[in-house]
């Protein structure tokens, strides 16, 4: 059971150049998750996804887009990278339950955008 | 504006000793409110999850409590360890889906021995 994982740990990218983020789970959570961690601040949602299918804006989704075409997958993308994306990106899953459930978290990935 | 406020902002324990973390939040509808656990350089990690009607949990050395009514936790850690050393992270959920996560920013804990 290898929990969340996160591909690619690090990247390094030039301005302009796109890329994805790939998160994998293997607990057939329902809700996944996108934050970006920037030093000084909390972690900020980017996007989630209620289940196989859907998604949805979070709290700084621009210059960002997401797809969740398989249960276990929640690809995070970046079309046209910016400096401003330098950050640590964490994918996160959690259970159908809501309020009680645990969050999982991914190791991360770190982004630099020259 | 839902905001989620720790203090303090990093502390420096000698190993073996008690400290506690503060956690006060203006965050409403209320769900629940997490405490992570976040090392270097890795993800987060839960420690406890607690509803409204919860008012302490505890996790072995962990142990989170929580006022509804003036909007503050805390988090007192028993023993010190220097592996207890990493950032904390209280967390309140203003909706059952987690999609509405308000993240502090952190306390930094560094046990020293």
């Known amino acids: 059971n290898a929990g969340v994982t996160q591909t690619p740990k690090f990247r390094v990218l030039k301005t302009g150049q796109s890329m994805t983020l790939l998160c994998a789970q293997d607990m057939n959570h329902e809700y996944m998750y996108w934050y970006r961690q920037d030093p000084g601040m909390g972690l900020r949602l980017i996007h989630y996804s209620v289940g196989e299918g859907t998604t949805a804006k979070g709290e700084v989704p621009d210059g960002y887009n997401v797809s969740r075409l398989k249960k276990q997958n929640f690809l995070l993308g970046l079309e046209s990278a910016a400096p401003s994306q330098t950050s640590v990106y964490f994918c996160?899953?959690?259970?159908?339950?809501?309020?009680?459930?645990?969050?999982?978290f991914g190791p991360g990935t770190r982004l630099l955008v020259l | 504006k839902n905001q989620v406020e720790q203090s303090p902002q990093s502390l420096i324990i000698l190993e073996g000793k008690n400290c506690t973390l503060q956690c006060n939040y203006t965050v409403s509808p209320f769900s629940n409110l997490r405490w992570y656990k976040q090392d270097t350089g890795r993800g987060p990690v839960s420690l406890t999850i607690?509803?409204?009607?919860?008012n302490t949990k505890s996790n072995g050395r962990y142990t989170a409590t929580l006022d509804a009514d003036t909007k503050q936790s805390s988090l007192h850690i028993t023993a010190s360890q220097l592996s207890d050393s990493a950032s904390y992270i209280c967390?309140?959920?203003?909706?059952?889906?987690?999609?509405?996560?308000?993240f502090g920013k952190g306390t930094t804990l560094s046990v020293s021995s």
């Open positions: 996160a899953s959690m259970g159908p339950q809501g309020a009680g459930e645990t969050q999982y």
């Open positions: 607690m509803t409204f009607s919860e």
């Open positions: 967390v309140v959920s203003a909706n059952q889906a987690g999609t509405a996560l308000i």
